[in-house]
């Protein structure tokens, strides 16, 4: 168990809806990150937020926004949801410690269906 | 440009076999880190091991080693009397800058299959 928690485990929804998938990082990390893992795209990172501030961004689309709470949880809200959307939605966190390189542990995910 | 190939798309071995996975990074970063990942067929990722550029010991974790060569920008995973439990897709990243900030650069994965 790494410590990171993610809810819901899984999510069915239809396209063009919206969902909001949460995590909570481990305790005393203030970094969390968002990965998107798809069978025909790997593991593509997405976003990551450090003590509630947006610190990098990656292939994120337009539909997609996440925020960071000041207890630190995040949540990643998709939109106008496309089959293409269905996947594995993975959060991390880390320490954030200036520098980098810090390991980042993983959540269980969240499996995102789109029908 | 900074990459990280895992060249090996599948391998297959039987149980008890030694098995290494090849894992190759490309970076012009001096001080960057490396890591593996293990994703398990029930999908979480589980992180195995960190490395710094420099720190070239090699490392053994019971049936788990590692081989760092920064002459070769290689960082084999190896593992040793395989186990049907071992049977999962690895993954190796690097964390190197990009810009002003540092960026996890994954490789495709490796998805082994350990077979009694």
């Known amino acids: 168990d790494s410590g990171v928690t993610q809810t819901p485990k899984h999510l069915i929804t239809a396209t063009g809806q919206r969902v909001t998938l949460r995590c909570s990082p481990r305790s005393g990390d203030l970094s969390v990150y968002w990965y998107q893992q798809s069978l025909d795209q790997g593991l593509q990172f997405l976003i990551q937020?450090?003590?509630?501030?947006?610190?990098a961004k990656g292939n994120i689309l337009e539909r997609f926004s996440a925020q960071q709470f000041p207890d630190l949880h995040s949540e990643l809200n998709l939109s106008s949801l496309e089959l293409g959307d269905s996947a594995l939605y993975f959060c991390?966190?880390?320490?954030?410690?200036?520098?980098?390189?810090?390991?980042?542990?993983f959540g269980p995910g969240t499996r995102l269906t789109v029908l | 440009a900074q990459k990280v190939t895992q060249a090996q798309t599948e391998i297959s071995v039987v149980e008890k076999e030694d098995v290494t996975l090849d894992c190759v990074y490309e970076?012009?970063?001096?001080?960057?880190?490396l890591f593996w990942y293990k994703q398990p067929p029930s999908g979480e990722l589980v992180f195995l091991i960190r490395r710094n550029s420099f720190d070239e010991q090699n490392e053994i974790s019971g049936r788990y080693s590692w081989n760092f060569q920064k002459s070769t920008s290689s960082f084999n995973f190896t593992i040793t009397a395989s186990q049907v439990v071992d049977s999962a897709v690895y993954f190796c990243a690097l964390s190197a800058r990009a810009g002003n900030n540092r960026k996890l650069i994954w490789g495709l994965g490796t998805s082994l299959a350990v077979n009694p």
């Open positions: 937020y450090y003590n509630g501030e947006e610190r």
């Open positions: 970076t012009r970063d001096t001080t960057y880190y």
């Open positions: 991390a966190s880390s320490t954030g410690v200036r520098g980098g390189g810090d390991t980042q542990y």
